[in-house]
């Protein structure tokens, strides 16, 4: 009997060893990690809104905007040892804070180490209701020849660095656009269209989701 406490008490004693180890190994790569994500700490991408085609854009009666575009949006990962997953980006056109396109949905995409990716998605927004003051602000800003849109984009991304990859964040750019109708333009006709080379540069928020 004393012999069987004894294998008892020696089986739960190795219990809480291998426990106790375990519990450090986790412990330990848990810190491992935090100093290399703090040591290589990533800078948020750059974008870029290099140009846009504009396909249609006028208000008909009562208060309707139709507003069909295509943008060049032009990323870039500044990061030598991080990669960026992009796990889903959402681009949409707004005119005084109120959305005038449908959003579209740009392709899961990852962005290695210092690589420049390029989209050209076309946005869409036939006969879009908008509110009264805003068909008055528009007609106002069309009328002196200078509309200033917002292309927006949000979604969410992951970092990759090695074989590790972190939980989801945000990400919300706003790129601002100058489109003029009179005078003299930086617009090239092609076709019906109009593109607008750019260059703008684009602010960028990215935060940690719960």
Same mark, same amino acid.
């Given at each position: 009997?004393?012999?069987?406490?004894?294998?008892?008490?020696?089986?739960?004693?190795?219990? *809480?060893?291998?426990? $106790?180890?375990?519990?450090?190994?986790?412990?330990?790569?848990?810190i491992v990690v935090f100093l290399?994500?703090?040591?290589? +700490?990533?800078?948020?991408? +750059?974008?870029?809104?290099?140009? !846009?085609?504009? @396909?249609?854009?006028?208000?008909? /009666?009562?208060?309707?905007?139709?507003?069909?575009?295509?943008?060049?949006?032009?990323?870039?990962?500044?990061?030598?040892?991080?990669?960026?997953?992009?796990?889903?980006?959402?681009?949409?056109?707004?005119?005084r804070n109120q959305q005038i396109?449908?959003?579209?949905?740009?392709?899961?995409? @990852?962005?290695?180490?210092?690589? $420049?990716?390029?989209?050209?998605?076309?946005? @869409?927004?036939?006969?879009?209701?908008?509110?009264?003051?805003?068909? !008055?602000?528009?007609?106002?800003?069309?009328? /002196?020849?200078?509309?200033?849109?917002?292309?927006? /984009?949000?979604?969410?991304? *992951?970092?990759?660095?090695?074989?590790?990859?972190?939980?989801?964040?945000?990400?919300?750019?706003?790129?601002p656009v100058h489109i003029s109708?009179?005078?003299?333009?930086?617009?090239?006709?092609?076709?019906?269209?109009?593109? @607008?080379?750019? !260059?703008?540069?684009?602010?960028?928020?990215?935060?940690?989701?719960?």
């Amino acid at each position: 009997m004393a012999d069987d406490c004894g294998r008892h008490d020696d089986k739960q004693q190795l219990a *809480k060893r291998v426990a $106790v180890a375990i519990f450090g190994f986790l412990i330990v790569f848990a810190i491992v990690v935090f100093l290399v994500w703090a040591i290589l +700490h990533p800078t948020q991408p +750059h974008f870029i809104l290099q140009d !846009v085609t504009i @396909y249609a854009f006028n208000l008909t /009666a009562p208060n309707y905007l139709t507003s069909n575009m295509q943008i060049t949006l032009v990323s870039r990962n500044p990061n030598e040892r991080i990669g960026i997953y992009y796990h889903k980006l959402d681009v949409l056109a707004s005119y005084r804070n109120q959305q005038i396109t449908l959003p579209t949905l740009i392709p899961r995409t @990852y962005q290695g180490h210092q690589d $420049v990716t390029v989209w050209s998605p076309l946005l @869409y927004g036939n006969a879009v209701p908008v509110a009264p003051f805003l068909e !008055v602000g528009l007609n106002q800003d069309m009328n /002196a020849g200078m509309v200033l849109l917002n292309v927006k /984009a949000f979604g969410q991304l *992951k970092w990759k660095v090695g074989t590790w990859i972190s939980g989801r964040y945000q990400i919300n750019i706003n790129c601002p656009v100058h489109i003029s109708f009179t005078g003299p333009t930086k617009a090239i006709q092609v076709g019906v269209a109009m593109k @607008y080379q750019l !260059v703008q540069s684009c602010s960028v928020d990215i935060s940690l989701l719960n």
